[in-house]
């Protein structure tokens, strides 16, 4: 079950991250000249970020589930303790990880901001 929910994660974020991505790559340089390429570039990092951002979380949503899984089949207190312990990890880095995806998503917002600022300020000739 854990297996599968891990395929499952990862082939949802690389549909996400092939589905979305652009053209150009956040490594390579920008193919054209045009006045916005550095936004452009930086827009494109955000996404890559946010995509592994995203798969992370997903991976510590799991690890939740599968604590929430083992407090539920514990049946002595040793197992339960031990459960709880776990949970309360794992919930814990949930929440640090959900932080930084809201953090991430405003970057991605700021950055596709100033890409559209700068191509308001320098339209394309056609």
């Given at each position: 079950?854990?297996?599968?929910?891990?395929?499952?994660?990862?082939?949802?974020?690389?549909?996400?991250?092939?589905?979305?991505?652009?053209?150009?790559?956040?490594?390579?340089?920008?193919?054209?000249?045009?006045?916005?390429a550095k936004q452009?570039?930086?827009?494109?990092?955000?996404?890559?970020?946010?995509?592994?951002?995203?798969?992370?979380?997903?991976?510590?949503?799991?690890?939740?589930?599968?604590?929430?899984?083992?407090?539920?089949?514990?049946?002595?207190?040793?197992?339960?303790?031990?459960?709880?312990?776990?949970?309360?990890?794992?919930?814990?880095?949930?929440?640090?990880?959900?932080?930084?995806?809201?953090?991430?998503?405003?970057?991605?917002?700021?950055?596709?901001?100033?890409?559209?600022?700068?191509?308001?300020?320098?339209?394309?000739?056609?």
């Amino acid at each position: 079950m854990k297996l599968t929910r891990t395929l499952a994660a990862a082939a949802a974020t690389s549909v996400l991250v092939l589905g979305a991505a652009p053209v150009a790559h956040a490594d390579d340089p920008p193919t054209t000249t045009s006045p916005c390429a550095k936004q452009e570039t930086k827009v494109a990092k955000a996404e890559d970020a946010l995509a592994r951002v995203q798969a992370v979380f997903a991976r510590k949503k799991d690890k939740v589930a599968d604590a929430e899984a083992d407090l539920a089949a514990a049946t002595t207190d040793k197992q339960i303790a031990k459960a709880e312990k776990r949970l309360a990890h794992a919930q814990a880095k949930a929440a640090e990880v959900k932080k930084e995806k809201k953090a991430q998503k405003q970057r991605l917002a700021k950055a596709q901001q100033r890409l559209a600022d700068c191509e308001a300020e320098n339209p394309v000739a056609p």
